[in-house]
């Protein structure tokens, strides 16, 4: 362990803390945060925490490029301390900066506020100039970029973009565990300002924004740091996403009040605005998360305090693979990054996918199975295999074009999601799924016709017979 970080983590059996923070005062602060705001102003913030709302606006090609064409402006007018690495940037042969799907990452983080939007993306680009140094400047920053001892931090799994969104189809960042204290502050920075860059590289998470789950270790005391705080604000400040909503899981004891002072602290006000305090049990606070819309069986740490690796493994991976596609791509014209493989589906893809129950109640899926649920009758009552696949297209339809999802489809090999966009593929897959769902409804009527016919006999031990269970739900698997 390192000078600095012995200084900022002991353990709560055997250390006194310091009481460089008033944790009172700083309660008493993000409780009062709501209080300044309108009416208005919490109520839409309320529902966006709650996944009800998105604050994020319609989009046209013409909104976009008139917002383009105002950024643009702002940019050349404002004058903050942050701004000389932009500045530099200008006088650098190659720079991304300057590119619209760039800029418009950071109106959408700000609603397309201009002002704030413009501030967000100089303090972001003074961070990756500090951070990763000029070369920051002239490309998107990769996983290449972090050194050994940054991938080792990255490899401890305390930070982890997790591989699912929330039911609103929002991603979801967890730092969990000890926070890899053990690891330089920078190092730390780093590796979150990596993930949060590689976050934003979806439209989708661009608009609807990113959830923060914060979970400690129960005996994870952290001392106050001031440089945490500074270095921890700026950052945030300069994230490419929108917070928008943080979560923070605690026992209830002193030391969690202390880290919830410290984080507390390090966010944004209006990350502070957003916080959401779970306490008690792991039980009691999986099932306060749940009420959130968050599905909390991939959260990256199991009860005992050993750390879920094997989605950021493969996550690690599937960047390895995006970041040469986006190499290539940014020789093109227009210098957008095209990418053919899918990190995570988004809200309204079907998901093709066996043995991870996860995707079964991702919203796309239980949209599907509506669908197919409610043309199930008309399905069956077809006369002719042409009016079966009338109804097969109508499906299709819906999600395709109505929806403007996709069909996904999980290739364990390579270890990513692929669109499926042949059309015949797709019907395929919908057809199978349908006769399928056929046999279950046949199997649940069988069983409940024949559960009711014998239902006042028991075996001879007194056990009642087994009853259909909903796991055996095929869902898009």
């Known amino acids: 362990m390192t000078s600095a970080s012995s200084r900022e983590v002991h353990s709560a059996s055997n250390c006194q ?29 309320q529902e966006e925490i709650h996944g009800v709302k998105n604050l994020c606006p319609d989009e046209t090609p013409d909104k976009i490029q008139i917002s383009l064409k105002e950024l643009s402006d702002e940019l050349a007018r404002i004058s903050i301390p942050e701004k000389d690495a932009f500045n530099e940037a200008q006088t650098l ?37 500090k951070y990763f140094g000029v070369v920051g400047l002239q490309r998107p920053i990769q996983l290449s970029d972090l050194s ?60 609807r924004g990113i959830l923060v789950i914060i979970w400690p270790n129960p005996d994870l005391v952290i001392i106050p ?12 400040d300069g994230y490419p996403l929108r917070g928008c909503a943080l979560h923070m899981c605690f026992a209830e004891n002193f030391a969690s009040r202390m880290i919830k002072a410290q984080i507390g602290l390090a966010m944004s006000e209006q990350m502070q605005q957003r916080l959401k305090i779970h306490l008690g049990t792991r039980t ?23 750390m879920k690796l094997q989605n950021l493994h493969q996550w690690m991976k599937v960047r390895k693979v995006l970041e040469k596609q986006q190499l ?25 996918r066996s043995g991870n129950k996860v995707y079964m109640f991702h919203p796309g899926n239980l949209l599907f199975r509506n669908l197919v649920e409610a043309n199930f009758e008309e399905h069956e009552n077809a006369q002719t295999q042409s009016e079966k696949a009338d109804i097969t297209r109508r499906v299709i339809k819906e999600i395709l074009v109505e929806r403007r999802g996709r069909f996904v489809v999980w290739d364990k090999g390579a270890g990513w999601y692929t669109e499926l966009t042949n059309e015949s593929q797709i019907r395929e897959k919908v057809a199978v ?37 909903q796991d055996d739900n095929i869902c898009c698997a």
């Open 225 to 236: 740091d001031y440089n945490l705080h500074v270095a921890g604000r700026k950052c945030v």
């Open 17 to 45: 803390i310091e009481n460089d923070i008033d944790v009172d005062a700083v309660d008493r602060m993000l409780s009062g945060l709501m209080n300044q705001m309108s009416f208005e102003e919490r109520n839409a913030m």
């Open 284 to 306: 009691e606070i999986e099932y306060s998360l749940q009420s959130f819309g968050i599905y909390v069986d991939q959260i990256p740490v199991t009860e005992s305090g050993k």
């Open 93 to 129: 042969p190659t720079t991304y900066v300057n590119q619209e799907w760039f800029q418009l990452r950071f109106l959408r983080a700000e609603v397309y506020d201009i002002t704030k939007a413009a501030k967000r993306l100089l303090r972001f680009v003074d961070l990756v100039k």
């Open 148 to 207: 050994v001892l940054e991938r080792k931090c990255l490899g401890t799994g305390c930070h982890q973009l997790l591989p699912y969104r929330d039911r609103s189809g929002r991603r979801i960042f967890a730092a969990v565990g000890n926070f890899a204290v053990d690891f330089p502050l920078e190092a730390r920075m780093k590796v979150v300002l990596y993930i949060m860059w590689a976050a934003s590289d979806d439209i989708e998470t661009q608009r």
């Open 433 to 469: 799924y349908i006769r399928e769902f056929k046999k279950r409804i046949r199997a649940m009527d069988n069983r409940q016709v024949s559960e009711s016919s014998t239902e006042k006999f028991q075996l001879h031990n007194g056990n009642k017979r087994r009853r259909f269970s």
């Open 328 to 352: 290539t791509s940014l020789s093109h014209p227009d210098g957008e990054p095209r990418q053919s493989i899918i990190e995570c589906p988004g809200l309204q893809d079907v998901i093709f």
